[in-house]
């Protein structure tokens, strides 16, 4: 898999070991919520959960032509995969890959992401609108699960942070509103946000 997966272009230069990296930590996160409740997890449970970070782990840096290769190419071709049902139809027209689905917590079962009803602010701005779309909460739940696993600091101290997510992208893609929405949803009682701007013209600095 990791072979055939070079010939496919990646927007941003990510060596191996990052790849990887990215696997263990979704693994971890997506795995997270039944540890806490202390339930099993059966073994086709554990195989759609590892197919869906092995999705994005490896080809979540890919343009949507390379994310339906890498469908295609890689994750319907291994044997007995616990992968979505997508049509023929649904796959040529609509390009539909495991990327638009996730492993629904509740069910166990593959599900479509689904873009929650907007409820649009007593005070409209207009160029502040954020309105969620399919790559914004899918983005957003990732993000989610990722800042929910704890990271030890310092032992002795019992000091904890979180891990970090990196939205990457063209100009355009929606990454501050995405960071925007996430960030919205904080507790003001326990996390406090404070919103720094880099641009292309950005130096070390300026910052």
């Given at each position: 898999m990791i072979a055939l997966a070079r010939g496919y272009v990646y927007m941003m230069t990510c060596p191996m070991i990052?790849?990887?990296?990215?696997?263990?930590?979704?693994?971890?996160a997506v795995l997270l919520p039944h540890q806490q409740r202390n339930e099993p997890v059966d073994k086709k449970l554990f195989e759609m959960y590892f197919i869906y970070c092995v999705a994005?782990?490896?080809?979540?840096?890919?343009?949507?032509?390379?994310?339906?290769?890498?469908?295609?190419?890689?994750?319907?071709?291994?044997?007995?995969?616990?992968?979505?049902?997508?049509?023929?139809?649904?796959?040529?027209n609509e390009k539909e890959t495991i990327f638009d689905y996730c492993v629904h917590y509740e069910t166990k079962t593959w599900k479509m992401w689904e873009v929650p009803e907007w409820q649009p602010p007593k005070r409209l701005i207009f160029s502040q609108l954020l309105i969620p779309t399919s790559d914004s909460i899918r983005a957003e739940y990732i993000m989610?699960?990722?800042?929910?696993?704890?990271?030890?600091?310092?032992?002795?101290?019992?000091?904890?942070?979180?891990?970090?997510?990196?939205?990457?992208?063209?100009?355009?893609?929606?990454?501050?509103?995405?960071?925007?929405?996430?960030?919205?949803?904080?507790?003001?009682?326990?996390?406090?946000?404070?919103?720094?701007?880099?641009?292309?013209?950005?130096?070390?600095?300026?910052f």
């Open positions: 990052i790849r990887v990296t990215q696997f263990l930590s979704l693994l971890e994005w782990a490896f080809a979540g840096l890919f343009e949507t032509d390379d994310r339906q290769r890498f469908f295609k190419e890689i994750l319907e071709k291994i044997p007995n995969a616990p992968i979505p049902q997508i049509s023929a139809a649904r796959a040529a989610s699960r990722i800042a929910d696993l704890p990271v030890e600091k310092h032992k002795e101290r019992k000091e904890f942070g979180l891990k970090n997510t990196l939205l990457v992208g063209g100009s355009g893609t929606a990454k501050t509103s995405v960071a925007l929405m996430f960030t919205g949803r904080f507790d003001s009682e326990k996390m406090l946000f404070k919103r720094v701007n880099f641009s292309s013209a950005t130096q070390p600095i300026n």
